[in-house]
Structure formats: C-alpha cells, structure tokens
C-alpha cells in the first residue's frame, strides 16, 4: 500500500469553496491508488473563528500572559475542529475519513509547552485504519507527554507533524499545500511576483525559515533531513509544480551556481546596545550579562561584542524583561524597538568576492540605514528600520538579480 502524506494549511481550509479544492487534492491521490494521511492546521487567519490568534485572544491580554499549559489545550482545539470538518466534508463526498487528535495518531513529545518536540509516534491506529482504507485526517501541530499532558509544537508546528508522519510511515515524501504555489525567493507580500524556486536544498529552505521566512516550520526541514524525507511545498488552489526541497544531487548541483537564492526577514526585534567605560570582557560583566539574560529565557540574536559595546536584538515581546533583567548592572542601556534583520541567503555566496559590498552598495542608494551586520558562510543579515524594509527588500531583490531565477 503506497502512503501519501499531505498537509493543508490554515488558509487552505478556511471556507467551504478552499475546502473544496482539498477534498479533490486529497481524492486525487486516493484515486491514483496510495492511501492519503492529511495533517490539518486551524482553519483560517487571525479573526476567523477558530484560528489560532482568534484562540489565544479569549485568554491572553496585556496583563496576562497565559499559562503554557493551559495555552496549549486551548489552542489544540483548533486543529481538532479543523480535522472534524475536514473529515465530515470527505464522507459527505463519499471517502471514508476519520479524524484523530495528535494523541490518538500517536504522537508523544516532550513536555516544552508551545515548542515540544516529537519524541516518538506509535503508528498502530494509523495502520489499523489505512488498513481499512479510511483516510486519517490528523490535528497537527499537536501531541501528548508521556504523562498525558497536551502539548504544542511552535507556531507553524502543522509542517513538523506531517514531515514527522512520513518519516515514521517511511513514505520518503510529504506534500506541504498552501496558499502560495512554492516557496518564493522573497516573501510575496513585499514583492507579489517574486519568482517560485523549482528547487532548494534542506541547508537552504533552513537557513530561509531560521531568518525569518514563515513558509515552512525549521524543525520540520531539520526532520526532513535526518529521515531523508524530499518535502515538495505547492499551492492547494492551482496547479503548478511547487517547489521540491531535497538534497538531491541534482539540486546541489543547481544551487551552487546561485550567488543568492532568496531574501528573508525577521520583524519586531528591538536593538540593546550597552556602551561600558570599562572593558566588557575584562571586567566579566559581558558573561554575566549573557548569563542573566540565558536565566530569564531571554534569547538574542545578531550578538556584537567588544571592550567598549555590547549589542544584539531581541524579540520586541522581550523588551521589558530586558530592561529589567539588565537594570541591576546600572550601565548605559538603549532598547530600540521598531527593527527588522533582513537577510540574503545563498550557498552560492561563500567564497565570493564582493557580495557584502553589493549590499552596502544596494542599501545605501535606496537611503536604508544598517545598523549592524553578521554574515555566515552562506548568508548575510543587516539590522534595519521597520519602515525601510520594502525598500531594503526591493534594492536587494534588484542587485541580486532575483527576477531572473529560475521559475
Ligand atoms: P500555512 O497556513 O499554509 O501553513 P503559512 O502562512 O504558514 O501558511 O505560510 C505561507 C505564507 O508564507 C505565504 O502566504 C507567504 O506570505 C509567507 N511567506 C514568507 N516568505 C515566503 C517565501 N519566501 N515564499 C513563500 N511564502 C512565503
Ligand atoms: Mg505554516
């Protein structure tokens, strides 16, 4: 019996008429003689009833964070819901559908409430119903502790439970639907007809989703590649090949003839600098900041250090606690909000000469200011203003010549 495994994201299953083009995707491959496995999300965005965002608004406020705990099984029951519909709609059409939670498809995590991590799947009622050609419509983003706790996966966490699934039913494939025909080389918010990339590799699409480009869950990528598992990411709407991430020969081959794939961002971070008269690395006080701020769950990003100044981002959210964890040291603290770290991704950069200056260059002739820089062998991120960030985009997408990638 061949197994397909197919994820459909929340704006894929939002109304009736999205719902629809699910069914004929899922029916499709029923049709073509391998037995479907469907991972749901929540259905719809912030505002539609039983998003996600819509979930955390009836407990969440200024004033409350929420307890994780209770958090997570509030918000599993939007997938639940979303399952139950999808399901119902497929035996209305005549194919046999069964929806199951995250725990009753077996899937046990660890206990991080809001970003547990699958620690083991028990296939048995997963195969007891394939067995009997019901097609399992499964919550994702879900999954229970050892000790019966529901727990979250992360935001996105929908993408994980699928490349989960098929690395355990060892399909070697996952189709990720969306409301997007690929993944593109910039976010098609800023630029609408940025080009679909045909292929990426998994170092790739990571190092994308790690800066900032929500298509597709990290974690989900760093499963694909440890079980092997080819994910294609295409639209539930229309048709078109999608964008297969591997790490085929083939597509390694391509990739390294690319200087820069794609264009990320990662918005709502907040610059701390900290400007000593005395020197950091002398006096210990870098470590026990960096300690302080690791024991507050504080994490930081893009770290610059030296003798006389400390910088690095935050997540905006953390702002506060930043200002309060560091105000026992009675140093020279800023804590700027309103940043964004864009970033240009490419295996193809490492080694070129040349590619930084392009991007000072690009930069400064759109008026964007940068106000710090990191680069890794195969990217290279600028801390900008929010409100540059069309801009920034723009110029970069243009230096880069991404308009004439490969569709
Ligand atoms: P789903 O609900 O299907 O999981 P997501 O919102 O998680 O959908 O992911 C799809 C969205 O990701 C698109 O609508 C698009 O706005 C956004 N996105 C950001 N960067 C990219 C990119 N490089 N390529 C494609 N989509 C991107
Ligand atoms: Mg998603």
């Given at each position: 019996m061949?197994i397909?495994?197919?994820k459909?994201?929340?704006?894929s299953?939002?109304t009736?008429e999205n719902?629809?083009?699910?069914?004929?995707?899922?029916?499709e491959a029923?049709?073509?003689?391998?037995?479907?496995?469907v991972?749901v999300?929540?259905?719809?965005?912030?505002?539609?009833p039983?998003?996600?965002?819509?979930?955390?608004?009836?407990v969440?406020?200024?004033n409350n964070k929420?307890?994780?705990?209770?958090?997570?099984?509030?918000?599993?029951?939007?997938?639940?819901?979303?399952?139950v519909?999808l399901s119902?709609?497929?035996?209305?059409l005549?194919?046999?559908?069964?929806a199951?939670?995250?725990w009753?498809?077996?899937?046990i995590?660890?206990?991080?409430h809001?970003?547990?991590?699958?620690?083991?799947?028990?296939?048995?009622?997963l195969?007891?119903l394939?067995?009997?050609r019901?097609?399992p419509v499964?919550?994702g983003?879900?999954?229970?502790?050892?000790?019966?706790?529901?727990?979250?996966?992360?935001?996105?966490g929908?993408?994980t439970?699928?490349?989960?699934l098929?690395?355990?039913?060892?399909?070697?494939?996952?189709?990720i639907y969306?409301d997007?025909?690929?993944?593109?080389a910039?976010?098609?918010?800023?630029i609408?007809d940025?080009p679909t990339l045909?292929?990426?590799t998994?170092?790739?699409i990571?190092?994308?989703?790690?800066l900032?480009?929500?298509?597709?869950?990290?974690?989900a990528?760093e499963i694909?590649?440890?079980?092997?598992?080819?994910i294609?990411?295409?639209?539930?709407?229309?048709?078109?090949?999608?964008?297969?991430?591997?790490s085929?020969?083939?597509?390694e081959?391509?990739?390294?003839d690319r200087?820069?794939?794609?264009i990320?961002h990662?918005s709502?971070r907040?610059?701390?600098?900290?400007?000593?008269e005395q020197?950091?690395n002398?006096?210990r006080?870098?470590?026990g900041i960096f300690e302080e701020l690791?024991?507050?769950?504080?994490?930081v990003?893009?770290?610059y250090l030296s003798?006389d100044?400390?910088?690095?981002?935050?997540?905006?959210?953390?702002?506060?606690?930043?200002?309060e964890?560091?105000a026992p040291?009675?140093?020279?603290?800023?804590?700027?909000e309103?940043?964004?770290k864009v970033?240009?991704?490419?295996?193809?950069?490492?080694?070129?000469?040349g590619?930084?200056?392009?991007?000072?260059?690009?930069l400064?002739?759109?008026?964007?200011?940068?106000?710090?820089?990191?680069d890794s062998?195969?990217?290279?991120?600028?801390?900008?203003?929010?409100?540059?960030?069309?801009?920034a985009?723009?110029a970069?997408?243009?230096?880069f010549?991404?308009?004439?990638k490969e569709?």
């Amino acid at each position: 019996m061949g197994i397909c495994v197919q994820k459909f994201g929340g704006s894929s299953l939002a109304t009736p008429e999205n719902r629809a083009h699910v069914c004929k995707r899922i029916i499709e491959a029923y049709n073509k003689g391998s037995m479907p496995v469907v991972v749901v999300s929540a259905m719809g965005r912030d505002g539609a009833p039983y998003a996600t965002d819509t979930l955390l608004k009836l407990v969440k406020t200024d004033n409350n964070k929420g307890n994780a705990r209770n958090l997570d099984m509030l918000l599993t029951c939007g997938e639940i819901i979303s399952a139950v519909v999808l399901s119902e709609t497929l035996n209305e059409l005549g194919l046999q559908a069964q929806a199951l939670t995250g725990w009753q498809a077996g899937i046990i995590t660890d206990q991080s409430h809001g970003s547990a991590r699958i620690l083991s799947i028990n296939t048995k009622k997963l195969f007891s119903l394939l067995e009997n050609r019901i097609v399992p419509v499964v919550s994702g983003f879900q999954g229970v502790t050892s000790t019966g706790e529901i727990t979250t996966l992360g935001r996105g966490g929908s993408d994980t439970t699928a490349v989960a699934l098929a690395a355990v039913l060892k399909t070697g494939y996952v189709e990720i639907y969306t409301d997007v025909d690929g993944v593109k080389a910039v976010d098609p918010r800023l630029i609408p007809d940025a080009p679909t990339l045909s292929t990426l590799t998994y170092r790739e699409i990571m190092e994308m989703a790690h800066l900032g480009a929500k298509v597709i869950h990290p974690r989900a990528v760093e499963i694909a590649m440890e079980a092997g598992v080819t994910i294609r990411v295409l639209s539930t709407t229309t048709t078109g090949p999608g964008t297969i991430i591997s790490s085929g020969k083939e597509v390694e081959q391509r990739v390294t003839d690319r200087v820069v794939t794609g264009i990320a961002h990662l918005s709502n971070r907040a610059h701390v600098r900290i400007a000593g008269e005395q020197d950091f690395n002398q006096s210990r006080l870098a470590l026990g900041i960096f300690e302080e701020l690791a024991k507050h769950g504080v994490s930081v990003d893009l770290i610059y250090l030296s003798p006389d100044l400390i910088a690095f981002i935050i997540d905006e959210e953390m702002s506060v606690v930043v200002k309060e964890v560091l105000a026992p040291f009675k140093l020279n603290i800023s804590v700027e909000e309103g940043f964004t770290k864009v970033s240009i991704v490419g295996a193809g950069m490492h080694g070129v000469p040349g590619v930084m200056a392009r991007v000072v260059r690009s930069l400064e002739k759109a008026g964007v200011s940068i106000y710090q820089t990191t680069d890794s062998h195969a990217n290279i991120s600028c801390l900008i203003k929010e409100q540059k960030l069309t801009e920034a985009v723009r110029a970069l997408f243009q230096e880069f010549e991404l308009s004439n990638k490969e569709v």
